[in-house]
């Protein structure tokens, strides 16, 4: 006869914990699923309001780490890329001729084919069109500002050169590196690249050269110059570009950002940690005489307000 064997107290436990385990996750994946978003829809209703108070057409297009999430945790970064340069240019086909474009940038830079997309989209927009840098658009982001018929910059907000990038390398440098070589000790594939990094470098001049000039951000006569300055790899590709230096190249920098967007900027955090790097109080009576005070509960929400399109995350094989 075949005995029943009982199971023990371990089996028992053992038992509990996957049906624990289990469940969690299901529970996890469903909140994921089905939670309703109220941070889009803060951060529509920050947006209708700007909009409202400006009488124009807001994109945000705003770069954090919380654009891809594993069980509602973000991971990773996100870069300009062809994502997001599909979004913004539906949203400028969306808005009227005569409307203005006011366009918030916070981006490290990405792609430079989707970058230059979304600066002749603005460029060909009949309205004016303002770009406001809270904290930074570097490379890609700054040919996109370059577009713009006024820059608003922080005054701490910074810009930054447009050289191409191949890969992990300047275009600046793979050319340099290959002229401080006889020919015959440089192999066929980085003469190839080489090759490719002057056109890449001969591409993205001409561009700003042309978005400068259409712009007005400077003279016609000086466009070419200050293109060749920004894309030359004078400098290193994080070289901060500020609001003296920018003002001396002869851009249209403004520094009188609108309260508004510092408090859109509030609902586009980065990803929390246990420990912050940085810890302050706010002070009780606010931000010192020429700054706006900004409170994140300040901003209104409106349930019923549509979610503004957020740009995708991807990784940038070349940067700009």
Do not use: C
Not at 2 to 20: C, M, Y
Not at 24 to 50: E, H, I, K, Y
Not at 126 to 147: C, D, E, Q, R
Request: aromatic share 6%.
């Amino acid at each position: 006869m075949s005995t029943i064997t009982r199971p023990t107290l371990f089996d028992r436990l053992a038992s509990f914990a996957r049906f624990v385990f289990w469940g969690l996750l299901v529970f996890l994946l469903l909140r994921t699923m089905f939670a309703p978003d109220v941070v889009g829809q803060r951060r529509a209703a920050a947006l209708a309001s700007f909009e409202k108070a400006r009488d124009s057409r807001v994109i945000a297009l705003i770069h954090r780490a919380d654009r891809a999430n594993i069980l509602g945790l973000p991971i990773g970064g996100s870069y300009i890329n062809i994502e997001d340069s599909e979004s913004v240019l539906r949203a400028i086909r969306l808005t009227p001729a005569d409307k203005p474009i006011d366009l918030i940038l916070h981006t490290p830079g990405g792609l430079v084919l989707a970058a230059e997309q979304i600066a002749r989209a603005l460029l060909e927009h009949p309205g004016k069109v303002t770009v406001f840098v809270p904290h930074y658009a570097m490379s890609g982001g700054t040919l996109v500002a370059l577009a713009a018929n006024e820059i608003v910059m922080d005054p701490n907000a910074v810009l930054g050169p447009v050289d191409p990038q191949l890969g992990n390398a300047p275009a600046a440098s793979i050319l340099k590196a290959v002229e401080q070589k006889p020919v015959e000790r440089i192999s066929d594939q980085t003469l190839i690249l080489a090759d490719v990094a002057r056109k890449a470098q001969n591409q993205v001049r001409e561009v700003v050269t042309e978005l400068l000039a259409e712009s007005k951000q400077v003279p016609h006569e000086r466009a070419p110059e200050l293109a060749k300055m920004l894309s030359e790899g004078r400098w290193t590709h994080d070289f901060p570009i500020n609001v003296k230096t920018a003002r001396s190249f002869g851009l249209n920098i403004s520094t009188e950002m609108p309260r508004a967007v510092y408090e859109i900027m509030d609902l586009y955090p980065q990803a929390p940690s246990k420990r912050p790097s940085v810890i302050y109080l706010e002070p009780p009576e606010g931000a010192r005489p020429g700054f706006p005070t900004v409170t994140p509960e300040s901003t209104p929400v409106t349930p019923s307000a549509p979610a503004a399109p957020a740009p995708a995350a991807a990784p940038i094989p070349s940067k700009g």
